[in-house]
C-alpha cells in the first residue's frame, strides 16, 4: 500500500521538528483578502458565509491557494456553540457579535442542557468539501472557543474589554456559572469529535480571554474546562491532535500545559522567549509569535520581527503563526515577506 504523503503540520504536532517550521495564521481566511471581501459580500450576513457550505469552504481554502500555507482552519466563529445551544446571536456590522445576556442565575436554568448539532451540519459539510479539495500535504484544522471564552459573550450578550460581566459573575454565583462552563465543555466534545469525523486532522481551543484570569480562576475556569474536553475528545479518539490557545496566560503556560495535555500550545506577541523554550516548548510544540503590527509595518522591522521569533524557537519544535489573529489592513506584499523569509 502506498505510504500517504506527510503533513509537516501534524509531524510537529507528533514529536517531530520540521528544519522549516510549517506555517499558517490565525484569521487567514478574511478581511485582508480582496478575494474574502467579494466572497463575503455575496454571502450576506456573517453567520450566513458561515453555515454556507460551499461559500465556507471556498474562504478556507483561499489563503491556501494564494500562500501555499501548511494548514487551513475551517472558516466558522466560536460562537457558533451558544447558536446550537439555542441562543439568539447575531453579528452587528461594525460592532462585533449580539447574544441573549445570561447575567443571572435564573437566566442560566434556561440553557439547554446540550448543543443541537445538527445546527452545525453546514460546518461538518464545510470540513468535507475542503478536505477533499487540500493537497495531501495540507493539514486541516478545526476549532472550538473554549468554555471560558464563549461564557464571557453569553453572559455579557457581547465583547467588553475586560469581561467583567463574566468574571464578576463567577464570583458572585459560582455554581451557575459553573452550570455554563459544564454545558459548554459537553457540547464542545461533541462538536470538537463531529469535526474530526468530518476529515479535520487537527484541532484548535481558543481561550482569547485566558489572560484577564487571576490565577486561581485561571486555573479553574481556563485550565481545568480544556482538560476536560482534551480528555473528552481523546476518550473517543485517542490520538487526537489539540492546540490550546491560552491567550495572555504568561507564567500560567506550564502549568495550562501539564494539566491539559495538548500536543502544542499558541504563544501571544508578549511570552518571554527564555521561559517558554525552557518550561513550554521543552514539552509541547509551540505556535507563534509573530505580532500582527510587525506584520503590518512591513520593511525591515518585519525582517528583524520573523527572525526573532525563529532565533527564539526554531531550535525546538516550532508552528510559525501571529500571536493572535492577522489585521484586516494588513498589506498582502508584507504576508508574502514574511513567508519567504520564514521559508528562504
Sequence with gaps: MP????????????????AVPPMWMMR?????????????????????????????????????????F???????????????????????????????PLDDPAKVGTLA???????????FDALKIVRSALDPRTALIGFCGAPWTVATYMVAGHGTPDQAPARMMAYRHPEAFSKIIDVLVDSSIAYLLAQLAAGADALQIF?????VLPPAEFARWSTEPTRRIVEGVRAKVPDAKIIGFPRGAGALLPAYVEATGV????????????????RVQSKVAVQGNLDPLALISGGAALDRAVDDVLA???????????????????PIAHIEQMIKRVRG
Design 3 to 18: 505510504q500517504s504523503p506527510t503533513k509537516p503540520f501534524i509531524d510537529v504536532l507528533s514529536g517531530q521538528r520540521q
Design 312 to 330: 527564539n524557537f526554531a531550535q525546538g519544535r516550532l508552528i510559525f503563526n501571529l500571536g493572535h489573529g492577522i489585521q484586516p489592513e494588513t
Design 207 to 211: 481561550d482569547t480571554w485566558a489572560g
Design 263 to 278: 500536543n502544542a500550545v499558541s504563544i501571544d506577541w508578549t511570552a518571554e522567549p527564555a521561559f517558554v523554550r525552557e
Design 113 to 123: 442542557p446540550h448543543a443541537d448539532l445538527g445546527k452545525l451540519q453546514p460546518v
Design 70 to 100: 501548511d494548514a487551513a482552519i475551517i472558516f466558522s466563529d466560536i460562537l457558533v456553540i451558544p447558536y446550537a445551544l439555542g441562543r439568539s446571536v447575531r453579528f452587528e456590522v461594525g460592532e462585533g457579535p449580539r447574544l441573549e
Design 28 to 68: 487567514q481566511a478574511g478581511r485582508y483578502l480582496p478575494e474574502y471581501r467579494e466572497v463575503r459580500a455575496k454571502a450576506g450576513g456573517f453567520l450566513d458565509l458561515c453555515f454556507n457550505p460551499e461559500l465556507a469552504a471556498e474562504v478556507t481554502l483561499q489563503p491556501i491557494r494564494r500562500f501555499g
